[in-house]
């Protein structure tokens, strides 16, 4: 039985990692923080890694502490990130400063893993082509526009750095499914009988249901030695505008009629610095922000599969209407 550890498994993500790992059977550590909500870590046979990333010598403590009876664990999946705050330091902090103090810690304890995936972000790639609409592939020159972009491509170089560190980056697209909140947002929406959008141009949207993402994760740990110091696009491998993503979701929630409201780019950058404004006023992160206001705004998300289709057999099985069914399940279920 191998031994997984998952950092960030407290997350929407994270829960799903520790489930599916052990449902391939391996022997699974979550790590989360002490204040970290265990909502979605309700199996038994879990076992709970505490840590505190502020402090580099309290992580080195705690990897001894928990580490498995064989004096480390076979592979790290990395979930551990966040998606919005106040300001960049917090971004570089959780987003790069924890991944390098853990990773130096277990350098330092001579417990490097067989395997160690990151979770990175699409955004870490910048805006694609606008013009032509050429998808994002393997070949882009990563250009990231926003501070949680920049983030995720400083975490990204500070590993690409670490060659006896058998690291495999993933870069998903947007993740969606039961319990995830932003598009989750845009659901209720929907079910309220409105879709906002941003901008009048074509707009093409992938997405990636979060089982997907979990079962790519996990076939890439498997996988050979050819999935070493790789970066991976994960996506469905098609995109959708926003008139079709509507579509799939009023139809299953059984809506006829959705008003779409579009908001022109000078009015959703105008309300993305009140927000943030606003959040920084109150010390709180908002989920409308200028780095999301930059997101919001560009126009291709078209990615292109093929190393993760090639290296490890990458063949996303939720395509958005599959997907969209089990999260409108849910939400109903929550409703």
Not at 291 to 294: A, L
């Given at each position: 039985?191998?031994?997984?550890?998952?950092?960030?498994?407290g997350g929407?993500?994270?829960g799903?990692?520790?489930?599916?790992?052990?449902?391939?059977g391996?022997?699974?550590?979550?790590?989360?923080?002490?204040?970290?909500?265990?909502?979605?870590l309700?199996?038994d046979?879990?076992?709970f890694?505490?840590f505190?990333?502020?402090?580099p010598?309290?992580?080195?403590?705690a990897?001894?502490?928990?580490?498995?009876e064989?004096g480390k664990?076979?592979?790290i999946?990395?979930n551990?990130?966040a998606?919005?705050a106040?300001?960049?330091q917090?971004f570089?902090?959780?987003?790069?400063q924890?991944?390098?103090?853990f990773?130096e810690?277990?350098?330092?304890?001579?417990?490097l893993?067989?395997?160690f995936l990151f979770?990175?972000s699409?955004s870490?790639?910048?805006p694609?082509?606008?013009?032509g609409y050429?998808?994002?592939?393997?070949?882009?020159v990563?250009n990231?526009n926003?501070?949680y972009g920049?983030?995720?491509?400083?975490?990204e170089?500070?590993?690409?750095?670490?060659?006896?560190l058998?690291?495999?980056?993933?870069?998903?697209t947007g993740?969606?499914g039961?319990?995830?909140?932003?598009?989750?947002?845009?659901?209720k929406?929907?079910?309220?009988?409105?879709d906002f959008?941003v901008?009048y141009?074509?707009?093409?949207?992938?997405?990636?249901?979060?089982?997907?993402?979990?079962?790519a994760?996990?076939?890439?740990?498997?996988?050979?030695?050819?999935?070493?110091?790789?970066k991976y696009?994960?996506s469905?491998?098609?995109?959708?505008t926003?008139?079709?993503?509507?579509q799939?979701?009023?139809?299953?929630?059984?809506?006829k009629?959705?008003?779409?409201?579009?908001?022109?780019?000078?009015?959703?950058?105008?309300?993305?610095c009140?927000?943030e404004?606003?959040?920084?006023?109150?010390a709180?992160?908002?989920?409308?922000?200028r780095?999301?206001?930059?997101i919001?705004?560009?126009?291709?998300?078209?990615?292109?599969i093929?190393?993760?289709?090639?290296?490890?057999?990458?063949?996303?099985?939720?395509?958005?209407?599959?997907?969209?069914?089990?999260?409108?399940?849910?939400y109903?279920a929550?409703?």
């Open positions: 039985m191998k031994t997984l550890l998952v950092i960030g498994a929407f993500i994270g799903f990692i520790a489930k599916e790992g052990l449902r391939r391996y022997d699974v550590w979550a790590g989360v923080r002490q204040s970290t909500s265990r909502r979605y309700d199996d046979r879990l076992h890694a505490v505190d990333y502020d402090d010598q309290a992580v080195g403590r990897l001894q502490e928990y580490k498995p064989s664990w076979d592979c999946i990395w551990l990130g998606t919005k106040v300001n960049y917090t570089n902090l959780v987003n790069y924890y991944l390098r103090t990773v810690q277990l350098k330092a304890a001579s417990m893993p067989e395997r979770m990175s699409l870490a790639l910048g694609a082509d606008e013009k050429t998808p994002l592939s393997g070949a882009t990563p990231p926003t501070r920049l983030s995720k491509i400083k975490a170089t500070y590993l690409s750095t670490q060659s006896e058998p690291w495999i980056i993933f870069r998903p993740v969606y039961p319990h995830e909140q932003d598009y989750l947002m845009m659901i929406s929907i079910d309220s009988h409105f959008g901008g141009r074509k707009q093409m949207l992938t997405f990636i249901y979060v089982d997907d993402l979990v079962a994760m996990f076939d890439a740990l498997a996988a050979g030695d050819a999935v070493i110091h790789k696009i994960i469905e491998d098609r995109a959708y926003q008139q079709e993503f509507r799939i979701v009023a139809k299953r929630l059984g809506k009629v959705v008003i779409p409201v579009v908001l022109p780019l000078w009015a959703a950058y105008l309300a993305s009140v927000s404004w606003w959040g920084k006023a109150h709180k992160p908002s989920t409308l922000n780095d999301k206001y930059k919001m705004r560009q126009r291709n998300w078209a990615c292109d093929s190393d993760a289709r090639r290296d490890f057999g990458f063949s996303p099985q939720f395509p958005l209407a599959r997907g969209i069914d089990a999260t409108v399940d849910a109903l929550q409703k």
